[in-house]
Antibody, heavy 122, light 109 residues
Framework: EVQLVESGGGLVQPGGSLRLSCAAS????????MNWVRQAPGKGLEWVSY????????FYADSVKGRFTISRDNAKNSLYLQMNSLRAEDTAVYYC???????????????WGQGTLVTVSS | QAVVTQEPSLTVSPGGTVTLTCGSS?????????PYWFQQKPGQAPRTLIY???NKHSWTPARFSGSLLGGKAALTLLGAQPEDEAEYYC?????????FGTGTKVTVL
């Protein structure tokens, strides 16, 4: 059974940093790309970032480019999101989602984690 | 950035049929936008229902189907069940940019 468990969320001040993790199990992690998607309280979904299975291809949404860094450790079956220079508008539940990889150059989210809440506030 | 628009809310009777649509501010939605559909219930993570316009996952109930309709992506629910009450989001791809729709709240009443 595919399982994705996010952690690392919490309260952080504007301008601060936070590192999210996503622990994967139930599939060969090193064979799949991964995504981060976020959802502000009471709002819709927003795609944040994608990383390929080998980390050779990385994409970011314009809203986080230059502030967030996606990475992964295939030996630890883990995905990360380093978030710097955080703003109030980054407040959201952050989901990791496996990428099915069916299409070249297009994200393909299939399985989702339960999310971790990040609150940016003073 | 493109804006992807969905109906804010729709109501369907149990056993009835409802069609949700997903439009793009840049023009007609085509298969090249690789439309996806997700279901999200309160307090839960999203669940992927449809990928690449009309393909279903193994967990997608047969009563859900995806298509292109009148220049938009469409999700049709045929024979609505009480457990289908949820928020539904579409996702469109724009050459490396990925935009979710505004969401449709479906009430089964």
């Amino acid at each position: 059974e595919v399982q994705l468990v996010e952690s690392g969320g919490g309260l952080v001040q504007p301008g601060g940093s936070l590192r999210l993790s996503c622990a994967a199990s139930g599939f060969t992690f090193s064979s799949y790309g991964m995504n981060w998607v976020r959802q502000a309280p009471g709002k819709g979904l927003e795609w944040v970032s994608y990383i390929s299975s080998s980390s050779s291809t990385i994409f970011y949404a314009d809203s986080v480019k230059g502030r967030f860094t996606i990475s992964r450790d295939n030996a630890k079956n883990s995905l990360y999101l380093q978030m710097n220079s955080l703003r109030a508008e980054d407040t959201a539940v952050y989901y990791c989602a496996r990428d099915g990889g069916r299409f070249r150059g297009v994200i393909d989210p299939d399985y989702w984690g339960q999310g971790t809440l990040v609150t940016v506030s003073s | 950035q493109a804006v992807v628009t969905q109906e804010p809310s729709l109501t369907v009777s149990p056993g009835g049929t409802v069609t949700l649509t997903c439009g793009s501010s840049t023009g007609a939605v085509t298969s090249g936008h690789y439309p996806y559909w997700f279901q999200q219930k309160p307090g839960q993570a999203p669940r992927t229902l449809i990928y690449d316009t009309s393909n279903k996952h193994s967990w997608t109930p047969a009563r859900f189907s995806g298509s292109l309709l009148g220049g938009k992506a469409a999700l049709t629910l045929l024979g609505a069940q009480p457990e289908d009450e949820a928020e539904y989001y579409c996702l469109l791809s724009y050459s490396g940019a990925y935009v979710f729709g505004t969401g449709t709240k479906v009430t089964v009443l």
